[in-house]
């Protein structure tokens, strides 16, 4: 069974600080992986697209990694803010499990200031 | 930047009663989808609708679940007879993708209905 899973479960973190958020897939065969912010009650936000031929993605100060053949991702945030408080969620498209996002379940990001 | 919309934001039924949730994919995207997820845990997915017809559902979408995009522009959940356990937030996604370059543009989802069975 193909399953995403996504370390830590939840973090704090004084502001300012770099974190790196880590995600896991159990199959290298992906067409892409997708980072999502989700605020509480709220919907999910796409951050980052990861084609399975790229390596990384960035946007402002954020950066996704992608090692298809360790089967992980990591999400890099640089100079963290209160403003960043949010559950982080990663999301693989396999190969074959044709438009069906499989989800990790998140970690729960709290930025101190 | 295009959104997808979905109504309402809240709904709050009866256990039995029959639910319609509504979305509007973006205009240009072809493949649309419904997750849901309950308090607490991963989202997960539900249905994909392409071309006027289901695509591929999970086991979780039984014969309570249909889908139906009634013209060019709603798609829609129906919930025939609610239950308890259906309780959740349900998100509607589209998403274009080229399938004669393999490539696909990610997925855009909106903000959710949250569906309270009482």
């Known amino acids: 069974k193909q399953e995403v899973t996504q370390i830590p479960a939840a973090l704090s973190v004084p502001e300012g600080e770099n974190l790196v958020l880590n995600c896991s897939f159990t199959?290298?065969?992906?067409?892409?992986l997708q980072w999502f912010r989700q605020d509480p009650g709220k919907g999910l936000t796409s951050l980052l697209l990861?084609?399975?031929?790229?390596r990384e993605q960035t946007s402002g100060r954020l950066n996704a990694s992608l090692d298809k053949s360790s089967g992980r991702s990591t999400l890099y945030i640089a100079a963290s803010q209160p403003g960043d408080s949010a559950t982080y969620l990663c999301?693989?498209?396999?190969?074959?499990?044709?438009?069906?996002?499989?989800f990790g379940q998140g970690t729960e990001l709290s930025v101190k200031p | 930047e295009p959104e997808v919309t979905q109504t309402p934001s809240h709904q709050v039924t009866q256990m039995g009663q029959e639910v319609i949730l509504r979305c509007v994919p973006i205009?240009?995207?072809?493949?649309f989808y419904w997750y849901r997820q309950i308090l607490g845990q991963k989202v997960e997915f539900l249905v994909s609708?392409?071309?006027?017809?289901?695509?591929?559902k999970s086991e979780i979408f039984d014969d309570q679940f249909s889908v139906e995009r009634p013209d060019g522009s709603n798609f829609t959940l129906k919930i025939r007879s609610t239950k308890l356990e259906d309780s959740a937030m349900y998100f509607c996604?589209?998403?274009?993708?080229?399938?004669?370059?393999?490539?696909?543009?990610?997925?855009?989802f909106g903000s959710g209905t949250r569906l309270t069975v009482v």
């Open positions: 996604a589209s998403s274009l993708i080229d399938r004669a370059f393999f490539y696909d543009y990610g997925y855009t």
């Open positions: 199959d290298s065969a992906i067409y892409n």
């Open positions: 990861i084609q399975s031929s790229q």
């Open positions: 999301a693989v498209l396999f190969s074959n499990q044709g438009g069906k996002l499989i």
């Open positions: 205009s240009n995207h072809l493949y």
């Open positions: 609708f392409y071309n006027n017809e289901i695509s591929e």
